[in-house]
């Protein structure tokens, strides 16, 4: 008797410990996963109805791009490439056409990739002339001994391509112009205040994947913030603060660049989920509410089990997500339950 109860006692916490190493994970696997933003910050609730459905309908679009790619078993990487190309293309956007003005009154962009499965990544600062930044930081990945190329010698990697390039004034867009000139007129302006108000910098891009063979991928581009100085680089190109993928989560962020540099959020968030074996989002969490200051950044993160967390502290993110098992939820402010 004594025996049976010992190895019924065993049995069962043979089960319990299994139920500790899965961790967070609570609910059903899913088979794929994709999340991306559009920029947070302080949109203001009262956005022209026009000008918000504008906004959903190309998240909704951007979404269903990348959701037929992983449907169709394409990688997490071709996911997030065509994701933020497609938000790099759509003018709404602060990246690609639609990038915001520097202090010079050019474009200058940045933008990044990472493969969760092999730590590969790709990242370029300063271009001028590329049309889609992502797609070089991927060839950058790919093609280069390399991972970041900056300025000069990241436009001279792209001329070793057939990279579709363009005038710098391609990207100007009269509303971004609008907001620059306004920004200039701010008495004691600064980038960093203007990014908190959210009026004119918000808009960088960017998406997480999980593919159908369990790789993660994430990437982001970016115009950086409105009225930068001369080679100012934000978060979006240094992996691990604004980019970063591995075997277990892969993260983009949007907000305040230089306080996401601070505290290499992207890389912080998956070492606390590897560290403390915390759920997605109690990571998320951890880095906005305990590291960051409100009204700083947001969140896009997708880990290995397919959960989604898209999380941010300031009032807004424009931010959609899906996966293989119901998630689906296209919104832009914190409370936005009507569009889940
Ligand atoms: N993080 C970007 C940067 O600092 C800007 C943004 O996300 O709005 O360049």
């Known amino acids: 008797m004594t025996r049976l109860l010992a190895v019924v006692f065993f049995i069962l916490m043979g089960f319990l410990l299994k139920g500790c190493e899965s961790g967070y994970q609570e609910q059903e696997d899913a088979e794929w996963a994709l999340a991306l933003h559009g920029g947070a910050g302080d949109i203001p609730e009262d956005l022209p109805e026009d000008v918000r459905d504008d906004y959903l309908e190309a998240l909704e679009a951007t979404l269903a791009i990348g959701e037929e790619i992983l ?154 913030m409105t009225n930068k100085m001369y080679g100012r680089i934000g978060d979006v190109p240094i992996i691990g603060s604004g980019t970063y993928a591995n075997s277990l989560v892969a993260i983009s962020a949007t907000g305040s660049g230089e306080e996401i540099m601070r505290h290499v959020s992207a890389r912080t968030i998956a070492s606390y989920m590897e560290f403390t074996e915390s759920s997605l989002d109690e990571a998320l969490d951890f880095m906005l509410d305990e590291r960051l200051e409100a009204g700083d950044a947001g969140f896009i993160a997708v880990d290995i089990h397919g959960n989604i967390s898209m999380k941010m502290n300031t009032e807004s993110m424009f931010r959609a997500g899906g996966n293989s098992v119901e998630f689906r939820q296209v919104a832009i402010w914190e409370d936005d339950e009507e569009n889940e």
Do not use: C
């Open 71 to 224: 449907i169709d078993g394409g990688s997490a990487v071709e996911a997030v490439e065509y994701v933020v190309r497609s938000l790099e293309d759509n003018p709404l956007f602060n990246a690609g056409r639609g990038s915001v003005f520097t202090r010079e009154g050019t474009h200058q962009l940045d933008a990044a990739i990472m493969d969760g499965s092999t730590l590969d990544a790709g990242a370029v600062t300063g271009l001028t002339t590329v049309k889609n930044p992502v797609t070089l930081a991927r060839l950058v990945m790919e093609t280069s001994d390399h991972i970041f190329f900056s300025g000069e010698g990241a436009e001279r990697f792209a001329d070793s391509t057939d990279i579709e390039r363009v005038e710098n004034d391609w990207f100007s867009t009269e509303r971004r112009h609008d907001q620059w000139l306004q920004f200039q007129q701010k008495e004691d302006s600064s980038t960093q205040q203007d990014n908190q108000t959210g009026q004119s910098g918000f808009g960088t891009v960017g998406a997480v994947a999980l593919d159908r063979n369990g790789h993660l991928a994430s990437a982001t581009s970016t115009g950086g």
